[in-house]
């Protein structure tokens, strides 16, 4: 599929046809598809997404908060729940102020991105825990 969509434009369609070995293989997908399937696909690109840099679930569409933790802490009682993170990082998506990679299931980055600053891992972001990619003190490598 990828080196058949290699270098698409908005606009153009193809009829791609993937042999069994580079598709599922002689087991194929156990009630899915069969095995040794040829794999066909009409397909045409309506619109491009751009993605995001490599290692990247999320990024800023804009300058970060200097304040964000406590734009975070919607309740003010100086910890951020699950709840508190997830609805900050999807109204900063809705109002196009960050992006989610494209085609991954947002919850589970934002699941993710949660439990990567839960350092102590009890449910809950307190502002000593909390730091951005930029902010952490690199470390020498083994």
């Known amino acids: 599929m990828e080196e058949g969509l290699k270098e698409m ?18 087991r194929g997908v ?3 598809v069969p095995a040794s399937a040829v794999l066909v696909f ?11 840099p490599d290692g990247y679930m999320f990024i800023w ?22 709840s ?13 102020k960050g992006r989610l990679a494209p085609g991954f299931d947002a919850n589970r980055i934002i699941e993710n991105m949660f439990s990567n600053q839960d350092r102590n891992g009890d449910g809950k972001i307190t502002e000593e825990e909390f730091k951005l990619k930029a902010d952490e003190t690199p470390h020498d490598e083994l």
């Open 9 to 26: 434009c908005v606009g153009e369609r193809r009829h791609l046809v993937i042999p069994p070995h580079l598709g599922y293989g002689e």
């Open 30 to 32: 156990d009630g899915e």
């Open 84 to 96: 508190e993170f997830s609805d900050y990082i999807l109204r900063q998506v809705n109002e196009g």
């Open 42 to 52: 009409d397909i045409e690109m309506i619109e491009m997404e751009a993605g995001l």
């Open 61 to 82: 569409n804009e300058e970060v908060s200097a304040d964000l933790f406590t734009e975070m802490d919607a309740d003010k009682d100086l910890q951020v729940l699950a």
